[in-house]
C-alpha cells in the first residue's frame, strides 16, 4: 500500500491563526463599546440640554402669559388672567414649579429677582428673574421678564 500526502494545517499554524483572530476580535469589541460609550454619552447630553430648555420655556411661558407674579419669601406664584395659578419654589439648590399635582424642577446655582413694591397689598410683583443653573456642568445664566401695564406699575410705584 502506498501512502499519500494528506494537506492539513500544522498546530503551530492553527495557533497562529487563532491569536490572529483573537485580535481581530477584541479590536471590534474595544471599537463597539467605545462607540456605545459615545452614543449614552451623547444621548445623555441631548437629554440634559432638553429639559433644560423645557424649563426655561415654561418659565418664560408662565411669565409672558401671567396677569401678575407675586414674590413671598422663597416662593413665586403666578396668576393668569383665567384665574389660575403655578408657584415656583426655592428649595435646596432647586427651583421647584408646581402646578396642581404636577412637580417640576430645575438645578440653580444662583436666583435673583428684581422687584416692585406694593405698599398697599404688602406685597412685591416680580418684573424680573435670573437664575444661573448648569449645563455640561457648566453655569449658564437665563432671564424671564415680565412688562406689566404702565398704570399697573404707576399704582404700585405709587406715582
Given at each position: 500500500m502506498k501512502r499519500g500526502n494528506v494537506s492539513a494545517f500544522?498546530?503551530?499554524?492553527?495557533?497562529?491563526?487563532?491569536?490572529i483572530m483573537s485580535i481581530v476580535i477584541s479590536m471590534v469589541y474595544f471599537s463597539y463599546s467605545?462607540?456605545?460609550?459615545?452614543?449614552?454619552?451623547?444621548?445623555?447630553?441631548?437629554e440634559e440640554q432638553s429639559q433644560l430648555d423645557r424649563f426655561c420655556l415654561q418659565l418664560k411661558t408662565d411669565f409672558f402669559e401671567a396677569e401678575k407674579i407675586i414674590k413671598s419669601e422663597h416662593v413665586l406664584e403666578v396668576f393668569f388672567y383665567n384665574?389660575?395659578?403655578?408657584?415656583?419654589?426655592?428649595?435646596?439648590?432647586?427651583l421647584v414649579r408646581t402646578?396642581?399635582?404636577?412637580?417640576?424642577?430645575?438645578?440653580?446655582?444662583n436666583i435673583d429677582f428684581i422687584t416692585i413694591l406694593n405698599s398697599n397689598a404688602n406685597n412685591e410683583l416680580v418684573k424680573r428673574i435670573k437664575l444661573t443653573t448648569y449645563l455640561f456642568n457648566q453655569p449658564i445664566?437665563?432671564?424671564?421678564?415680565?412688562?406689566?401695564?404702565?398704570?399697573?406699575?404707576?399704582?404700585?410705584?405709587?406715582d
Open positions: 500544522t498546530i503551530m499554524e492553527i495557533l497562529i491563526n487563532m491569536a467605545s462607540f456605545v460609550k459615545q452614543i449614552t454619552y451623547y444621548q445623555m447630553n441631548i384665574m389660575t395659578s403655578v408657584k415656583y419654589s426655592v428649595k435646596e439648590k432647586f402646578k396642581n399635582q404636577n412637580k417640576d424642577s430645575l438645578k440653580i446655582k445664566e437665563f432671564i424671564a421678564i415680565k412688562q406689566y401695564p404702565i398704570m399697573l406699575e404707576q399704582q404700585y410705584y405709587g
